[in-house]
């Protein structure tokens, strides 16, 4: 069974403070790793698909990267508006090309 | 681009009654996706459709519930009865689908948060 592990459950940054989200995954065949961001009341939003080891994507002051067994979302110098929660998920390749969310982790930027 | 449209936004009801929700996916994407959130949760699914077809039901506890999608286009998914802990949000999602790459991204909906009491 597909696992996805998120740390930390929650963050609070002082605004401009780097860091960064780890979301380690357990897959058979991973055909995706996908990033989202929750606003209090509202749908995931899309942020980045990545594909294999090594691949990187970078949107304004999010960045995410991909291990065989991890990814990262690091945020360089947030901001108050960066504040929600950031779900990760992974795609299996098998027939059905499931995906799997974790729990997600709550990020707050204080100003 | 219009996005995933879903109706209604709220809704409470008392245990053992019957609801429905309803979903419209981006124009032109083949696959929707039905998930229930619980609060503190990461979205689960429930149920997926290419076109027509359920792709995947293996976690839409079907003593209950219940989906449907009409013409390949809007679809509905139905709760009866209800039960205390079916209160969270449901979300709809939509994708392309198929050969990989953006295809597969999935648009969530604004989701439709049901309170059971």
């Known amino acids: 069974e597909d696992q996805v592990t998120q740390s930390p459950e929650a963050l609070r940054l002082q605004e401009g403070e780097s860091s960064s989200l780890n979301c380690s995954y357990t897959v058979s065949g991973l055909r995706g790793l996908f990033w989202y961001r929750q606003d209090p009341g509202k749908g995931p939003e899309f942020l980045f698909t990545?594909?294999?080891a090594g691949e990187e994507k970078e949107k304004e002051r999010l960045k995410a990267t991909l291990t065989k067994k991890e990814s990262f979302l690091h945020i360089t110098a947030p901001k108050p508006e960066d504040s929600a929660t950031y779900l990760c998920a992974v795609q299996d390749s098998g027939g059905y090309q499931k995906v799997t969310f974790g729990i997600g982790t709550k990020l707050q930027v204080i100003p | 681009e219009a996005g995933v449209a879903q109706s209604p936004r709220y809704k409470i009801i008392e245990k053992r009654q019957s609801v429905a929700f309803w979903c419209n996916p981006i124009?032109?994407?083949?696959?929707l996706y039905w998930y229930q959130q619980i609060l503190g949760q990461g979205p689960k699914l429930l149920i997926q459709f290419q076109n027509n077809g359920v792709v995947d039901d293996s976690q839409l506890p079907k003593d209950r519930f219940s989906a449907e999608r009409l013409k390949g286009v809007d679809s509905t998914l139905k709760i009866q009865p209800a039960k205390l802990e079916d209160s969270a949000v449901y979300l709809c999602?939509?994708?392309?689908w198929g050969s990989g790459g953006a295809r597969d991204t999935q648009y969530f909906g604004p989701g439709t948060r049901l309170t059971v009491l």
């Open positions: 990545l594909y294999s």
């Open positions: 124009s032109g994407h083949a696959t």
């Open positions: 999602a939509s994708s392309l």
